[in-house]
Every structure is written in structure tokens, then in C-alpha cells.
């Protein structure tokens, strides 16, 4: 094995990336590198690109960006049991502690002291990336390597709409970014009886239809809490799938969720967000679910049985596979709203 | 039976109640006539007396008022099956429709068509209240009156606490007002395994003390959030039972609880709340659960099962028992915060 | 309105019913009149007609029977608010006291006291029927007249999979009779990622394979449970759907089931059945649920919406539809084991 | 450290146990070389002492026995990070395989692989046990030797009333061995509103008073169901907790319970049981749940939170402390009734 490799780094606190050689990651006995060949491209890894408020916080140069992705193991340390080299692998990219009581009691996902990678320590744009044991998924092998390579984002898309539960229930997502996107496929082959999709973006609403959405709306739809309800027998839906994290959007869901109703919240608002608590909440009798993450590994065993089922397919949300090379383009079709998903092909063919 | 009865009512849209002659209510075949004995006096009847802008905007006057209360069945509709005469009672004071969806699903406490009784429509604080049948709640011998009597609020505390869940876990209380007061004796028979009560009143936290709250705080001692995650190994406590309706006391008590925890919200915040929604409930995974009335009639049964146990004794925080005449003491009591809990004693002896 | 109607009835302790002239029910004042449109045969029926066992020591003739239907409002009591004449509706067969612990609890499906319509008290299989309001589902245009008079046993299959939780689970059902049938759909549109359908009726399996079965098996099949693990990665099914009721059937489906596993049982054996509780149960750390009825109204509103949403499509369950004076002929189908699923016509145009 | 230690162990295929030296264990890198303290003896020793059938087939000698102790870490091996030389413990004794799909989805305490210390591999009746790290939990200072050295049981005991559920509701348990006794103060510290219970030994049932029960029966008692049900209003009691394994206590407690209650089984039968299942659990709408083990580590957080509030005090169960070499002696007074739980002191002061 070669001593160094290429990877796609922050490494000076200004916008853009480098691809550049560095060493290839030395393992511990509890690690396994892996051979990165898909990697997926998320708002996150745009973010850092573009050295945002948020990225000048959390970021510190120099680091291999990038957190979803599959390969294959090359090598495992010495204690390592449960994959072997040649094994086809992806990766939770959420390294937590294992050892305080969040993750002693099965909700490793929202450890206090989670890592993750590309963003705390170094990630998988890059050609070998070292994952503790417990982190690795293998692969089964009816999934596709694209789909393989997107599997962070859909077990967030899988965590939402099972920590919602939408077994025979009407749902709305709001906003239809490509996690909203992939919630809307995953709603409908858990079981949701009806999906209504809002996003500002015409051309994300044109997807989300074909994905599978009953109907879809702009969001600046005048009386559009009225139009949900009048779909709801005007009781409103049963769940709320908020992947917006615009305040605006999340105080119109929640006028939308029918008493008694869920609405789980994935979208990050950047700022305090003002709620009629009382109104919203409180007299509605809401149960209100902060979503993190992916369950270890529930959410990985529903993310696979989803997909391996033929029911949740993602190729209208895989707009993109682009060379390694052609990062730059990625994030200029990110920024420009033309693409859904891109896949990073690092190992090329 | 006399065909008039005293009653304590809003006749004009101005402070102050009037204690008058009217009509005994008439039934209908699935209503119960029930003399009143004793009645409980709420904070929202004290919002009414002081005629504030919630009280403007909701009450239309002529209104008996008084939502808490026990007395005896005096008559029954030709279609009540379920009581006879003489038969001692309390009611639930929501009155839902029965027929919408939530009614239909077990959820009739967040029935948006409901109406409450001393709010809505004519209240308790009289001789005589007519109650559909489906309302009422015959009680159990073992219960003493003045308990019974505040079967409402107590069933507050005990379907926020059961909605939480508090089994074995640690629960920190905000907002030590006659509900909160009594969430901590519901909480420790329920199976807390701590009780921390924070509010800003000395004597309610002293009496707080006393129902069984392992420690208690004022909520403006600096640095209370480490305060309470150093009594819960650092980590913050699994439930957050929020009865204050105050924006810092629901920002302080957020943060106080350890990620993947529960908060139950039962206090109305009188405005908007500003929430750091990423930090203090998204990145958290936690579950916020709006909490309004009591279920029908779950909370009912858990009620009489933990007065009746012993584990739940009500006398500390029933402080007063007035005469139906001194209702102005009453309320003047509450406005200096010198009562918890103040029983009318309408029938008298 | 005729004071006479036909109905068909078990008249003397012996098989065969008698179609025949009755009274038209009276209705009391929280009472609703159904004109039967449409009837479903259920086994019940068959048994009844049989005059087996079980029939002769439930049943007290003269007694008319059938308990799955669909009609329109005839006439409503003084009381009734929800429905009114001309109404299109099904009804919950099941009639609770309303009055006790579970009623009042929201499982008033397992009332101790329930009255079961064409077994307790008179049926459906009649020009006219009177129902408690509280019984009366009112129908949502959408719902074809053949399904709405089936709603009873599509209902017992939509409770046993949404009390197991089938959403992005594997599934086995043992015993494709109508309701094994219908759980086939219902469960695929809540959400199962595999269904796997056990009987020993090739018919049956064949039409369950059409109704949207993964695989069908033969119970008698060697080897079967190591079948069913091989498709599950050697761990077991995460859902056991039982419904026949055969205790082999039973200690098979239990041995289907991976550890921490769920197995909801429906079907009704006739005798005692002998299980290894430790292996089966105990060590496996299983979760056995039992499932009666429908919960009223939870499973209906969550039928209809599978229903409507076109995801449960019940043609080619129902494979007859017979003029009302044929019932011979339904019962003998049913014996010959030639039906799925019959419906009477017991209006006809 | 000395090279060889005190062990107890199961030498030959015959009854008895050999205390003789054996070699200290040796560990691997991410295992704990622990010093045992105090160490309970179980039922399932006295199995293997008096060596019947069960212990004949599962039982491969040579075997070092015990499974419940609490000591101080001896060594760690070069991985091991949440423990240290000193650390007071004690250690889960049900070794799961961590790579299974039950050990990834939180449900480590039913892995299919597990091997048991004392059972499956050398146990703790020994000077030193190595265990993995992932099993080993720190003890509270707040937690007492001898309750730290039974919380295996405990722990049963806790998992039991846990997934049950008890906050509120009425409580039967059936069979008060050291399990059973131990589930009394749980479930009233966990909130049972009432516990009544059942056994055949007038000692136990003594204890069981003592230890908090409401009322006691021995189970031979005529009417017995009725006399339960005379409790509960007639309903049955809301949570049965199995803990006897005889066929007839599982009938009569499955008859005690009311229709939509729950029944948590861990007294582990014999032999296969008759069950009417029909009337037992599918109409009654009952839900049975399989108890093994303890979960890693929901309950070791709960038993510990229990223990420390001081709310479950094992004082009354812990019948006697016997230094190590009078194991005999212990296994003679348990064959006799007279104790409840026996703790080893294997340490010695």
C-alpha cells in the first residue's frame, strides 16, 4: 500500500478546498481503513467551501473533508472482529465515546461528545479514511454504490420519519432539500397514507412530485395552512417532517400538525426561532421530537431494509456523479440549486 | 328542589365577582344535575376576578364561574345510565364534542371544539351544575372531599408527569404554583427517583420541601444549570416538567436536561418564546410534549389510584378553606401569594 | 317506513338459518336505524350456520345474524348529533358498556361487557338494524359499498398490524383466511419491507401471492422455519402476524420470530394450546400481543385512510357477491373453501 | 500478583462444588482483570451444585460458577479506557457478541450468541474474574458491597418491573424466590400504586410484607382469582410480574390480570405449558413480554438510581454473608428455605 494519498482539505481559514497528498492514516487496533470510492457532497462539506460564519467557528485547518461515503476495508487492526479487508463497506460518521450513558443506553447518536468526520477530525474525501470498528456498516450487496455512498443522509431522512412514526398517517414535509427529498420516498415505504411536499424551489417541488409526493406547494402560497387542512378533513395532518430550519416554515408546520400530532424537527435554524408556545404546542397537545444523527444502528438495518425492499429508490435524487477532481463544479452546482445529490466517484474506475 | 340557587358570576366586563340568585340549570336526557360542596379556586378565576386581557378577550359575562369542584348528584337525564341520585362526584370541566377525530382516538382532553365549564359556559362556583354524563367522575369513598375538590389541577400535574414518564428517572419541576406543588408528591409516587423544584417564590419552595422535592432553588441563583447537572453526574436530568409559562424559566429549564430527555410543557407562556431551537432541542434529540387537561379518563384513574394509595397527600398545599361567601378573601389571598391552594366550602354545613 | 323487514335468522337449535319476516327495530333515543345495503359472511357466520361446538353454547336463538356490513341512516333518536337519515354508514359490531374501566380508557374494544351484533343481540343480515350512535362510522365517499361492508374484518387486520408495528419490518403471516388475506395489503401499505404468508390452501397462497406477498409457503413444508430464517439473515422475522388460530401454527410462527421480536395473535384455537414458554417466549425476549376487535375508533380512521389512499385494494379478496335469498350457497362456498371473501347484496337494486 | 488463585468449580459430572487453585486469568487488550469482593448466589448455582438435568446438559466442567459479584479492577488490558486499576465494580455476566443485529439495535441482553460467566465460561466464585470491558459497570460510591454484589438479580428484577411498567397501576407478583422479593420494593419505588404477593412458602410472603407489599397470598388459597379481582374493582389488577415458572401460577396470574394489561414473564417453566390462549391473552387483549436478563445498561442506570435514592433497600432479602469456604453450607440453607439471598464474602477481610 501506497504511504501517501490524495484528499480533498481546508487548509487555510478561507474559502475553497485543496486536493492535495497526505499520509495515509495510520490504524489502531480497534480501527479499519478503508478504501473510499463514493463519497457524497452535502450542505455541511458547501458550507466549509465556502468559509460561512458557522464553518469559521467550528472549522479548524487543516482537515480532509467529507462525512458519507462507501468503500472498501483494506486493512483492520488487530482486534478488529466483525469486517475483514475486501469487505464492502460505509461508515456512521459520528464517532461517539461509547462510554457515557447516552450511548451506554442505545442513543450513541446524541453522545455529547460525538466527532464527526470532515468536520472535527479528518474525513472521506480522500482515498483511505480510519473508522473505529463500531462505526463500520458493512454492505449488503443489493446496494447500489451510489446509494451506498448517501447513506448519512438518508438514515437522517430515516430517523425523521421513524422517530415520527407515519404509519397510516398524513405527513407534510417542509422543505425539500436533498434530505427532504429522500423523506419523502422513505415516508411512503413506511407507510405514510399521504405526503405533501413545500419548498420554496420549483424545481425541487418538480422532484419531490416525482418521487412520490401527493402534491407539492410553494411555500409563499398565500393560506396555505388552509389548503393543508382542507386535504385533512381540516383537522390537519397527523406528522410534520421539518427539514427547512427556516422559522417561518417551522411555525406554519406546526399550525399544520393536527392536534395530538408529531412534528420532528431535523432542520438546523441559524438563529432563535420566536414560538407561540401556547398556541403551537401546548393547547395542541404536540409531541415535539429534536432529531439528531441516525440511531447506531437502528436507523442503518431500517435504512437498508428501505432501500434493499426496491421501495425507496434514489436515483431522481442523484442528479450528479462527478469525478474527484471536479469538486469545484460540485459546489457550483450546489450553490446554484441545480443539483439534488452529488456523488464524488474518488476512486474513478 | 328550589328553581333558584346562589351563584358567584361575571355580570359586567369590570373586575370583581357577584354572589346572586339564579335559575337551578335544567337537564337534558344525557345531562346530571350535581349539587356542589366544595370548589377549588384556580388561577384562572383569579385572571377572570382581575378582569385581565386574557379574561377580556375570552370571557362573555353573565358567566358563573369555577372549574374544580365536588359535590353530590341532585338528578339524573332519562338516558344516564352510569349515576343515580346521591351517587358523590367530581367532573372533568372540558367538555369535547365526541365526535371529531380526536374524540374518537382516545385524545377528547385536546378536542378542539371543547368547552370549559366557568370559562365557557356556566361554572361551578354555585349551588347547582348541569354536566353531560360522559363528564362525570364518581368518586371513590376513600377520596376526602377537599381532595376531590381539586381533581382538576391535581390531574394536571399527574397527566404531565405521566406523559413524561418519571420512572426512576431524575425531574426537575419549574414553576412552584399550586399545580407544581402538587407534581411533586404525583412525581415521587410515580417512581422519580429525584425531585429538584425551582421558582422564585421562598414559601412555595419551602413547601416544596416539604411534599417530598429532594432540593429546591431559586430560580435566579447564577449558575443554576450547572447547578442541577452537578447533582445528575453532569449530564442534566432526564425530565424538565415546565409549570412556570416563564420564556427564561423554559430556556433554563431546556438546557437542564440531558440530551435525549423529556420536557413536558404545562405553563402558558403569556407571549411568544424565543428558543434556540438547534441547541437546546434539535442537537439534543429531545422530546418537548405540550400538555392541556387531563385525559379522559386516564389521568382520572391514575389520580384516584395515587391519592387512594396514600402516596399523594394534597393537605400541605390545601391551605384554605373559605366559606363560600369570603370568595374576595380568596382571591385577595392568592394575589399576595399567601395561599396554595384555596378550597370554596359552597354548600357549607 | 314497513313495521315488517326480512332477516335472515338462526331460528331453533339446529344448522341452517331462515330467511324470514320480522319487525323493524325500534330505536331508542341515542339509537341509529340502518337500511343494510351491503353484508360481509364472515366464519363466524359459518359456524353458526354449522350449529358447531362453539354455536350451540353461545348462541340463543331466535337470533338474527351477521356483523359486517354497510347501509344508509334510516332514522336517528332524539339524542343522536353525529349522523343523520340519509347518511351513507358502517358500524363497530362490537357494542361496549361505555361506563367501565376500559371504555373509559379509550380501549372500550376489550369491554368485559361487550355485546357482539349476530352473536349477543341481533345482526346485520336484515333490511334494517338498530346501532348505538357511538357505533355508527359515517363513510367517506371514496370507499367503495363492498369494502365499507367489510370494514370489520379489514379492521381486525388493520388493528393486528399497527398493534405489532410492521414499518420497515419483515413479516410472516401464518393463515391466509379473509383477514390473513387482508393483512397481506394492510401490511405492505403500513409499511412492511417483506411478507412472507403461510397456509396449506394453495388457493389461498396463490391469491395471497396477488395480493402482494413476498413468498408463500406451504405450513407443511419441511424445514420451514430455517426457510423463513435464511430470507431474514439467518436472525427470524421481526413481526409474527398470527391467524389461524392452529397451535402449530403458533409454535412455528413463535420459532419465525428473532429475539426481541413481536407476535400478535388474532387467529382463535378451539382448544388449549402447549407452548415452551422459555424457548419461545421468555429467553427470546419476545413481545406477545393479543388482539381483539377493532379500537374504536383508532383502526377505523387508520382503515379508511388506507383505504382512500388506494394502497389497500381488497378486489380480488371479495371473489363473490351474492343476491341476499343465496345465503345457502355463501355458506357453502365457504365450506368448499371456493371463497375468500363473500358479500351478501341484501338490499339488490 | 500471584499466578494462581482460589476458585470454586464444578470439576466432574457429578453434584458438588471443588474450591482448589487454579490460575488467575489472563487478558486481552480490551478486557478488566477484576478482584471479587462479595459475590451472590443464585438458583441457578444450586442447579449446578445439585447438578439435576438442565444443569446435565448445559453445564461442560471443568467450570469456575458464579455469576453475581462486585470487586475492584485488578489490571486492564492496553485498549481499555473507562476503567482503571482501583475502580470499584461490578460486571453484566451475560457476554453478547456486540455484532449482531440485536447487540447493534440496543438489545444486547437477548443476542443470540451470548455466553454467560459461571454458565457458559468461568464465573466469579473466584479471587479473579477477567471480563470485557463493555461488560464492566462502576459502582456509585453511594452503593453497598452486598447490593452491589446481587445486582444481577436485581437487575432481573428492575428490567422486569421496567418493561412492564408499573407507575401508577396495580401490581401482581407471582412467586417471591430472591427475584420475586427483590421486584416488591422496585415496583413500589417505580410506582406501583399497589402490590400484592403470591406464593406457597409462609416465610417468603412474610418477607414480602415486610418488604412492602400491600397483602400477600399463598397460592393454594380457593377463589384466589376473585379474591384479586375483589382488589381491583373487579377488573384485575393492571401488571402481572411472573417470577415462579409453574404452570399454575402462570393460568391463575394470567387470570388476574384485566383485559388490556400486560403480563412480564421471567420465572422460566420447566416444562412446555397448556394455555387457553383464546381466553388468557387474544381477548383480553392482553400484552406478554418475554423478560431475559437486564438491558445494557437502561437498567443498570435504574437499578443504581433506585438503590441510591435509598428507595429499594435490600437489607430484609439479603438473608446472610458467608465467608467463601462455607459454600455448602449456603447451598444447604437455600436447599431448605431458610434464606432468601446468600452473598459470599470471597475476599475475606
Known amino acids: 500500500m501506497a504511504s501517501t494519498m490524495k484528499a480533498l482539505s481546508k487548509l487555510a481559514p478561507e474559502p475553497g478546498f485543496v486536493l492535495h497528498e497526505v499520509p495515509v492514516p495510520k490504524i489502531g487496533p480497534t480501527e479499519v481503513l ?27 485547518p487543516p482537515l480532509v473533508i467529507g462525512h458519507e461515503f462507501m468503500g472498501t476495508v483494506a486493512e483492520v487492526g488487530s482486534a478488529v472482529r466483525s469486517v475483514k479487508p ?5 461508515a456512521e460518521g459520528h464517532i461517539a465515546d461509547l462510554t457515557c450513558v447516552l450511548c451506554r443506553t442505545g442513543q450513541a447518536h446524541i453522545c455529547e461528545h460525538v466527532k464527526i468526520i470532515g468536520v472535527d477530525r479528518d474525513g472521506a474525501f480522500a482515498d483511505y479514511i480510519a473508522m473505529p470498528e463500531y462505526n463500520v456498516w458493512k454492505l449488503d450487496p443489493a446496494i447500489p454504490d451510489e446509494f451506498a455512498a448517501v447513506f448519512d443522509p438518508l438514515g437522517n431522512a430515516v430517523h425523521t420519519v421513524m422517530a415520527a412514526g407515519v ?8 422543505g425539500v432539500g436533498s434530505i427532504g427529498l429522500m423523506a419523502i420516498p422513505v415516508a411512503r415505504a413506511a407507510g405514510a397514507a399521504s405526503v405533501y411536499a413545500i419548498d420554496v424551489n420549483p424545481a425541487k417541488l418538480e422532484l419531490a412530485k416525482r418521487l412520490g409526493a401527493d402534491e407539492t406547494f410553494d411555500a409563499r402560497t398565500p393560506g396555505l395552512v388552509d389548503e393543508i387542512k382542507a386535504r385533512t378533513n ?29 412534528a420532528a424537527l431535523l432542520g438546523i435554524p441559524s438563529d432563535d426561532v420566536k414560538i407561540n408556545l401556547a398556541e403551537r404546542i401546548i393547547f395542541k397537545g404536540l409531541t415535539v421530537l429534536g432529531i439528531n ?8 438495518y431500517q435504512t437498508q431494509a428501505l432501500v434493499k425492499s426496491g421501495r425507496v429508490d434514489l436515483r431522481p435524487i442523484i442528479t450528479h456523479v462527478l469525478p474527484f477532481d471536479q469538486y469545484d463544479r460540485a459546489f457550483e452546482l450546489m450553490k446554484n440549486g441545480e443539483a439534488a445529490k452529488i456523488v464524488l466517484d474518488v476512486k474513478g474506475e
Open 34 to 60: 478503508i478504501r473510499v470510492e463514493k463519497a457524497g457532497v452535502c450542505g455541511t462539506d458547501a458550507h466549509i467551501y465556502g468559509w460561512d460564519k458557522w464553518a469559521q467557528a467550528r472549522i479548524h
Open 293 to 300: 444523527g441516525r440511531k447506531m444502528f437502528e436507523t442503518w
Open 234 to 262: 381540516g383537522d390537519g395532518v397527523e406528522v410534520l417532517l421539518e427539514m427547512s430550519g427556516s422559522g417561518s416554515a417551522i411555525d406554519a408546520g406546526l399550525q399544520m400538525v393536527r392536534n395530538g400530532g408529531t
Open 167 to 174: 404509519s397510516t398517517k398524513s405527513v407534510v414535509i417542509t
Open 86 to 90: 475486501g469487505d464492502r463497506v460505509s
